[in-house]
């Protein structure tokens, strides 16, 4: 059974960092058969794609969005079943839920965006929340 868990969400200040982890079981993940994205979800708000990473099927690429290009980073672990999202000069907008969510097709990640409806298996989240 695929399962994704995210980790690594906390409490910080404006301006802090954190870095967070997505471990993947039950497969294994290799970029050329997958897509993988950070999302999160603010109260209130729709989830919303901030980074992805694929290769193979639609190239190589990793995509960030506007609001996070520059101070976050994200890239895979040593073991190839973890990816990591670095986060710094944090502000009180990033403050959400972060979900990272693969899609099995390894469609979803694109040079314009994120297509979040081709991701398919999501992990519970992980509470980011950064006060001022």
């Known amino acids: 059974q695929e399962q994704l868990v995210e980790s690594g969400g906390g409490l910080v200040q404006s301006g802090g960092s954190l870095r967070l982890s997505c471990t993947v079981s039950?497969?294994?993940?290799?970029?050329?058969?997958?897509?993988i994205g950070w999302f999160r979800q603010a109260p209130g708000k729709e989830r919303e794609g901030v980074v992805c990473?694929?290769?193979?099927?639609?190239?190589?690429?990793?995509f960030y969005g506007d609001s996070v290009k520059g101070r976050f980073t994200s890239t895979r672990g040593d073991a190839k079943n973890t990816v990591y999202l670095q986060m710094n000069s944090l502000k009180p907008e990033d403050t959400a839920v972060y979900y990272c969510?693969?899609?099995?097709?390894?469609?979803?990640?694109?040079?314009?965006?994120?297509?979040?409806?081709?991701?398919?298996?999501w992990g519970q989240g992980t509470q980011v929340t950064v006060s001022s």
């Open positions: 990473m694929s290769s193979g099927v639609t190239g190589d690429r990793t």
């Open positions: 969510a693969v899609a099995d097709s390894g469609y979803g990640c694109y040079d314009r965006g994120i297509n979040k409806a081709e991701f398919d298996v």
């Open positions: 039950g497969f294994t993940l290799e970029l050329k058969y997958y897509a």
